[in-house]
């Protein structure tokens, strides 16, 4: 069928909205006609850093309603309200015993630029366009396999809901499936965009008392306190280390690091107290840090998660039920953007104009 979707033909090139041929599911796979999909920095990531190969159609953030399904479909049917989020096999030992973000081959189905079969199903003319975690959700329609595909609830704005695939899920994740604080403890969180939003949100449902939010925007500081933070500092202003180990008695118990700077990944490692734990989030650069002083002397833990170690079909449609309860409200965090305004999206991400912006697609 042909579709419009935005083609990535070189790194660092602008987005580029063409008609291209899609082929139906296989087994074991549906299509989707996307009604909206988030921008994610990964996607940027896709677009500036060769890691998958081009010409490629990115996006990895998709919801929408299922109109087709493979031979073999027997958790999806036409007409669901669906979610897609990262590919994995579903076989290997990480995958079978919950760990599906760490899956043996999670590198070669999210950014090899092919499906589990080794296959493309998009195209234009003799050219495969390759896929980008196992959906390329930066078009009209998709095919994905039913593993990386979520039902979730039509009660709720299905346009609003395609950032849990990714980004959302990964900041409440890694507070409410990794780290998991106990009730009454502290934890900070180091940058205020989607995924450090996402954790404050998710550590005020966990029931700490103190949530420290640290960025450098005072915009993005002022929903951090709306969200669910106790503190917030600007760290071009204050000592952020002085400042949370003096407000927190010694330091945190834990913290969300999210920006991937290699000063403030130290500075997420400094302010915990002793045995406390930093999850690592942000992607992280090669860097220094003193093992002996800042972790081992004093009993700390740092850690790497990656999609807040999810499982997609299990966590997201939990975090539905939070945002229909009010406690969940990730919708602050969005801005609407139209299909054709995709690299305005971008820019306004990559500014800080926007916190997660989400294109609608239908």
């Known amino acids: 069928m042909k579709i419009q979707a935005a083609v990535t033909r070189a790194q660092g090139e602008a987005f580029s909205i063409e008609e291209v041929t899609l082929s139906g599911p296989k087994a074991n796979e549906v299509l989707v006609k996307i009604v909206a999909t988030g921008v994610c920095h990964t996607d940027a990531v896709g677009r500036d850093l060769g890691v998958s190969p081009y010409p490629i159609v990115l996006g990895h953030e998709g919801a929408g309603v299922v109109e087709k399904v493979g031979e073999n479909v027997t958790s999806l049917q036409?007409?669901?309200?669906?979610?897609?989020?990262?590919?994995?096999?579903?076989?290997?030992?990480?995958?079978?015993?919950?760990?599906?973000?760490?899956?043996?081959?999670?590198?070669?189905?999210?950014?090899?630029?092919?499906?589990?079969?080794?296959?493309?199903?998009?195209?234009?003319?003799?050219?495969?366009?390759?896929?980008?975690?196992?959906?390329?959700?930066?078009?009209?329609?998709?095919?994905?396999?039913?593993?990386?595909?979520?039902?979730?609830?039509?009660?709720?704005?299905?346009?609003?809901?395609?950032?849990?695939?990714?980004?959302?899920?990964?900041?409440?994740?890694?507070?409410?499936?990794?780290?998991?604080?106990?009730?009454?403890?502290?934890?900070?969180?180091?940058?205020?965009?989607?995924?450090?939003?996402?954790?404050?949100?998710?550590?005020?449902?966990?029931?700490?008392?103190?949530?420290?939010?640290?960025?450098?925007?005072?915009?993005?500081?002022?929903?951090?306190?709306?969200?669910?933070?106790?503190?917030?500092?600007?760290?071009?202003?204050?000592?952020?280390?002085?400042?949370?180990?003096?407000?927190?008695?010694?330091?945190?118990?834990?913290?969300?690091?999210?920006?991937?700077?290699?000063?403030?990944?130290?500075?997420?490692?400094?302010?915990?107290?002793p045995l406390g734990k930093v999850a690592i989030v942000g992607v992280t650069p090669e860097m220094n840090i003193d093992v002996h002083n800042d972790l081992m002397a004093e009993g700390k833990g740092m850690i790497g998660v990656i999609e807040g170690d999810s499982v997609p079909r299990v966590f997201i449609p939990k975090l539905v039920e939070f945002h229909k309860a009010g406690k969940f409200p990730f919708d602050r965090l969005v801005k609407f953007y139209d299909f054709e305004d995709i690299n305005q999206a971008f820019e306004d991400s990559a500014n800080g104009t926007t916190v997660k912006p989400i294109l609608r697609l239908a």
């Open 78 to 273: 036409p007409g669901d309200h669906v979610v897609m989020s990262f590919a994995h096999c579903g076989q290997c030992e990480n995958c079978l015993t919950g760990h599906p973000t760490v899956c043996s081959a999670f590198n070669e189905l999210n950014f090899g630029g092919r499906m589990d079969d080794h296959t493309c199903r998009l195209h234009q003319g003799d050219t495969d366009l390759h896929t980008f975690f196992g959906q390329s959700s930066f078009g009209t329609h998709i095919v994905a396999h039913e593993r990386n595909v979520v039902k979730v609830d039509k009660d709720v704005d299905l346009a609003l809901l395609g950032p849990l695939g990714c980004g959302i899920q990964t900041g409440a994740g890694t507070v409410l499936n990794s780290i998991r604080p106990a009730f009454g403890t502290s934890i900070a969180v180091y940058g205020c965009g989607a995924v450090g939003l996402s954790a404050i949100m998710a550590a005020k449902i966990a029931g700490c008392q103190q949530i420290f939010a640290v960025d450098v925007h005072d915009n993005r500081l002022e929903l951090a306190l709306e969200l669910g933070a106790t503190h917030a500092f600007n760290g071009k202003n204050v000592d952020v280390v002085k400042e949370i180990r003096e407000a927190s008695g010694g330091g945190t118990h834990y913290a969300v690091e999210s920006t991937g700077v290699p000063p403030v990944v130290r500075q997420s490692l400094h302010a915990l107290r």
